[in-house]
Nanobody, 125 residues
Framework: QVQLVESGGGLVQAGGSLRLSCAASGRTFSWYAMGWFRQAPGKEREFVAAISARGVSTFYADSVKGRFTISRDNAKNVVYLQMNSLRPEDTAVYSC??????????????????WGQGTQVTVSS
């Protein structure tokens, strides 16, 4: 059973930074791409970033490009999301996700089978 546990959320002022972590267990972590999504109140869950199994390739939503960085440590079974220059519109519950099959990084939520419980990020103006 794949389990994903996020941590690192919190309250930060606009312009500040946070680093989210997602610890994975239940299968060989290094074989699978990983992704981060977020959901703001009243909005649909949206793609934020994705990373290939070995960390060579990364993809970002246009809204976070240049501010957020996704990375992973396969020795620790952890994927990270470094968030800099945070804006109030980044406020959301952030969740990591894992696909059920081996393949390239995915950018749509329907392509992910496993989800963490999410961590709240609140950016004050």
């Amino acid at each position: 059973q794949v389990q994903l546990v996020e941590s690192g959320g919190g309250l930060v002022q606009a312009g500040g930074s946070l680093r989210l972590s997602c610890a994975a267990s239940g299968r060989t972590f290094s074989w699978y791409a990983m992704g981060w999504f977020r959901q703001a109140p009243g909005k649909e869950r949206e793609f934020v970033a994705a990373i290939s199994a070995r960390g060579v390739s990364t993809f970002y939503a246009d809204s976070v490009k240049g501010r957020f960085t996704i990375s992973r440590d396969n020795a620790k079974n952890v994927v990270y999301l470094q968030m800099n220059s945070l804006r109030p519109e980044d406020t959301a519950v952030y969740s990591c996700a894992a696909p059920g099959v081996i393949g390239p990084p995915r950018t749509t939520r329907d392509e992910y089978d496993y989800w963490g419980q999410g961590t709240q990020v609140t950016v004050s103006s």
